[in-house]
């Protein structure tokens, strides 16, 4: 079985074509759970950012769309063209081993076709020997091992989701709710700015590996052009008129990504965060959104933060790794 066609539509340094952001678009959604990093917006932040070249490839396989791709490609005089695709292909169907063989060989042939050119790969795979072989048989050897994070169904009832909670993250939120913390979307453009401006010195401050501030102003200022509001959602916690706590998502397709988040010692103190992910997950639930991906999880260098995630109960999902 080998797919039909790719359908390759690169996009150097511009806007994209409406018919193909509108394909790719319905294409997205269909796939329920998915990755940031294969998002329309996120692609042509990095390439504003970076100089990086975006190329995204529908794949066919039968004569039917199976997978989406959004690939890197830049440059470097040294070692020539070096090429990254992360947590991708994004899977429109559950494909036999054989089939996502077939559709994985036309990705990598369609992103570094030629033996010079450098492939750093993500793939959305689960982790474990199956996956493992699928890549060898690629030519590509793991180099970091398996990228895990938590998955959220937040399609039942708000009263469904509350019950899931763990105990102590369900007493925290509660201690927020009555220690009188507010939350309120950032929605005028000045009070996103001071909320990025704030998660940006905080990553900086607590050396935090989220993506930077100026990644997020750009997936807003490009996905606000083509719809009515932006994919990205910012909701800020007050104590009186004091800015507390903060933490941004980003919605893309069915799914959003729990992306950026800072506090202090007041709102550590408060619980602040328990009730911003409570409130964000509530409204992304009315507005439509059928998964959050709570961001990467490490229990050895932050045990902390994975319990926090944890106590929302989602799902552990652990890819395969990044291979080259």
């Known amino acids: 079985m080998v797919p039909d066609h790719i359908v390759d539509s690169p996009i150097p340094f511009a806007e994209p074509h409406a018919a193909a952001f509108g394909d790719w678009q319905a294409l997205f959604s269909r796939a329920g759970r998915s990755s940031l990093e294969q998002a329309w917006y996120y692609g042509d932040a990095i390439a504003a950012l970076h100089r990086a070249q975006v190329r995204r490839h529908i794949v066919d396989l039968d004569g039917r769309p199976v997978a989406l791709v959004q690939a890197f490609r830049t440059w470097d005089w040294r070692l020539g063209s070096i090429n990254r695709i992360v947590r991708g292909p994004v899977w429109l169907e559950d494909l036999s081993a054989a089939a996502r063989a077939d559709v994985?060989?036309?990705?990598?042939?369609?992103?570094?076709?030629?033996?010079?050119?450098?492939?750093?790969?993500?793939?959305?795979?689960?982790?474990?020997?199956?996956?493992?072989?699928l890549m060898k048989d690629l030519g590509l050897r793991r180099m970091v091992t398996g990228y895990a994070t938590v998955w959220l169904d937040i399609r039942p009832a708000e009263d469904k989701l509350r019950a899931g909670l763990g105990g102590s993250w369900r007493n925290a939120l509660v201690a927020a709710e009555k220690a009188g913390v507010r939350v309120r979307p950032a929605a005028a453009e000045r009070t996103f700015e001071v909320a990025i401006t704030a998660y940006d010195a905080f990553r900086k401050r607590r050396r935090y590996a989220g993506p930077s501030g100026d990644l997020i102003r750009e997936m807003h200022r490009l996905s606000g052009r083509s719809k009515s509001e932006s994919a990205v959602k910012v909701w800020?916690?007050?104590?009186?008129?004091?800015?507390?706590?903060?933490?941004?998502?980003?919605?893309?397709?069915?799914?959003?990504?729990?992306?950026?988040?800072?506090?202090?010692?007041?709102?550590?103190?408060?619980?602040?965060?328990?009730?911003?992910?409570?409130?964000?997950?509530?409204?992304?639930?009315?507005?439509?959104?059928?998964?959050?991906?709570?961001?990467?999880?490490?229990?050895?260098?932050?045990p902390g933060i994975a319990r926090f995630k944890l106590g929302l109960g989602g799902e552990v999902v652990t890819q395969s790794g990044t291979y080259f």
């Open 236 to 302: 800020v916690a007050f104590s009186g008129n004091v800015a507390i706590a903060g933490i941004a998502m980003i919605r893309h397709g069915a799914s959003a990504t729990y992306a950026a988040a800072w506090t202090g010692d007041e709102g550590r103190q408060l619980n602040a965060h328990n009730l911003l992910l409570w409130r964000a997950v509530t409204e992304l639930r009315k507005a439509g959104t059928a998964w959050l991906d709570l961001g990467g999880i490490d229990t050895q260098t932050a």
């Open 104 to 133: 994985l060989r036309a990705v990598k042939q369609a992103t570094a076709p030629r033996v010079s050119d450098l492939l750093f790969w993500l793939p959305d795979l689960p982790d474990g020997a199956e996956s493992e072989a």
